[in-house]
């Protein structure tokens, strides 16, 4: 049961086009095609790959799988992609290899990070592509475009973040969405988890991106250090399954082994569990309907110990509580808020700005930048701009006092 499916959904085809495919997931998503090739017989057909600027692992991926068009978002970087394959450049490259290689059934990984990955999934969906969406930015800027644009689509959107996937899990073993009473996406603490907020005003990027569970990307490492990656997630999760704000909780779980919990009407609550290893969401994703056997760590329920569930402390972790303001405000707020943060981690990892100066400078943004409906791309851009202008003055101010 997927509560976001298309009417007359398409057949898959086989062929898979590869969005961020020199990052986290897509380095996953390729060693999980590996396995079910080389261990379950199926043999995807990898017919794209989009990358930003490690051109010489995207050469070893186009080389391996035998892909013949590649896309970088970076216009100036020197590849040659060597052979036959073609290449498109610019801040565009994803979204026209979309365009010019998707047919309807195809498989669209949309594992790009931040709001760049928004247009590549309109486009995925626009083709009747199924989109396997690890990119959380796209439902949070553009919540209600991507959700019509998937209601107007023979394809289907299936969740790989490891929490959207174990409610979509769950929610396939236990019932309907109108059995639904609450959703209960888990957070590990990330490294700051017992940190007072002084201290974690005064964090260090190196103390940031020093996540005691996962292996992620610099970005998303630094929203799980502020709980920003939950607050993300828990607007996501709005979107993809059409819960308002009061039916959303996150819960601290440093073992990050429960990724998610449904609570049904009748108060059954039904969980997902599994080592932390984004290799099974995005198998499941690869293969849905259908499990196969996994290359995922298995679980052993002898080495867990005790699995510890607290209470988000919202004093410090302010993000949860914002996140919950922007579902119930209008649309434009998910982009302004999606933004903010995205130019308030860059400023952080640059070390123009201290940790703690992140939330606030968010806060700041919403503040200054009301929120509105909107019915268009354009729309949605404009609030990201407008966003991205203000935060920048805001940390710009805050640096110079």
Request: hydrophobic letters at 45%.
């Amino acid at each position: 049961m997927i509560p976001y499916e298309g009417s007359n959904p398409v057949e898959r085809t086989g062929r898979v086009i590869l969005l961020g495919s020199t990052g986290s997931i897509g380095v996953n998503t390729l060693e999980v095609i590996r396995h079910l090739r080389d261990e379950c017989g199926i043999d995807y057909e990898v017919i794209g790959l989009a990358a930003g600027r490690n051109t010489e692992l995207l050469a070893h991926q186009a080389r391996e799988f035998g892909v013949g068009h590649l896309a970088i978002s970076e216009p100036d970087v020197a590849f040659d992609p060597g052979g036959s394959a073609t290449l498109l450049r610019g801040p565009q490259a994803a979204t026209e290899l979309v365009e010019s290689i998707a047919r309807p059934g195809d498989l669209v990984v949309g594992a790009i990070v931040g709001s760049s990955g928004v247009e590549p999934s309109l486009a995925a969906l626009r083709h009747d592509c199924d989109l396997a969406l690890a990119n959380k930015e796209a439902l949070v800027a553009a919540g209600r475009l991507v959700m019509d644009a998937a209601g107007a689509s023979r394809g289907r959107i299936i969740p790989i973040d490891s929490e959207h996937s174990a409610i979509f899990q769950c929610l396939h073993a236990g019932g309907g969405r109108e059995e639904v009473a609450k959703l209960i996406l888990t957070a590990s603490g990330g490294p700051f988890r017992t940190w007072d907020t002084e201290r974690m005003h005064r964090a260090t990027v190196e103390e940031a991106l020093n996540h005691p569970t996962w292996s992620m990307g610099p970005k998303v490492t630094v929203d799980s250090a502020s709980l920003m990656n939950k607050a993300l997630e828990l607007i996501e999760a709005h979107w993809l399954f059409g819960m308002p704000a009061d039916r959303l909780e996150a819960v601290i779980h440093p073992q990050s082994i429960v990724h998610s919990f449904v609570e049904f009407r009748d108060h059954s609550v039904i969980a997902q569990l599994s080592p932390p290893d984004m290799k099974l969401p995005i198998q499941y994703a690869l293969t849905w309907p259908d499990r196969t056997p996994g290359c995922a760590r298995r679980t052993d329920f002898g080495s867990f110990g005790d699995l510890e569930f607290q209470p988000v402390d919202h004093d410090r972790f302010p993000a949860i509580r914002t996140a919950r303001e922007v579902i119930a405000a209008p649309d434009s707020a998910g982009a302004v808020f999606n933004a903010a943060n995205e130019v308030a981690v860059e400023a952080f990892l640059d070390r123009r700005i201290p940790f703690g100066m992140i939330l606030d400078s968010i806060r700041t943004t919403l503040e200054r930048c009301p929120a509105r409906e909107v019915a268009s791309l354009e729309e949605v851009w404009a609030a990201d701009r407008e966003a991205r202008k203000v935060a920048g003055e805001c940390l710009a101010n805050a640096a110079g006092t």
